[in-house]
């Protein structure tokens, strides 16, 4: 069974930077397409960034386009979330999640999901 969990979260100030971490074990994990989402409190889960098996190919909700930048690296089974000059709306609880079938555009679910590590900005 795939199994992902999420690490990096925490309080930091508007402006400043953070990373997220997500340690992926079972499956094979170089041909899993990846993805980040987010749900504020009293919001929907959202999509937030996800990156393709095949080429590496990424995708990210507008609002965080030139800000955030997702990545993996096949060897440590392990995917990331550089995440610069953050704002208030940031804040949520960010979640990995994990799919067999590659990404050809921003998608919608993931098949496998982590429990999240929260992100506070304050402002």
């Known amino acids: 069974q795939v199994r992902l969990v999420e690490s990096g979260g925490g309080l930091v100030q508007a402006g400043d930077s953070l990373r997220l971490s997500c340690a992926a074990t079972g499956g094979t994990f170089s041909t899993y397409a990846l993805a980040w989402f987010r749900q504020a409190p009293g919001k929907e889960r959202e999509f937030v960034a996800a990156i393709s098996w095949s080429h590496g190919t990424t995708y990210y909700k507008d609002s965080v386009k030139g800000r955030f930048t997702i990545s993996r690296d096949n060897a440590k089974r392990t995917l990331y979330l550089q995440m610069n000059a953050m704002k208030p709306e940031d804040t949520a609880v960010y979640y990995c999640?994990?799919?067999?079938?590659?990404?050809?555009?921003?998608?919608?679910?993931?098949?496998?999901w982590g429990f999240g590590t929260l992100v506070t900005v304050s402002s």
């Open positions: 999640g994990a799919s067999p079938v590659d990404v050809r555009a921003p998608p919608d679910v993931m098949d496998y």
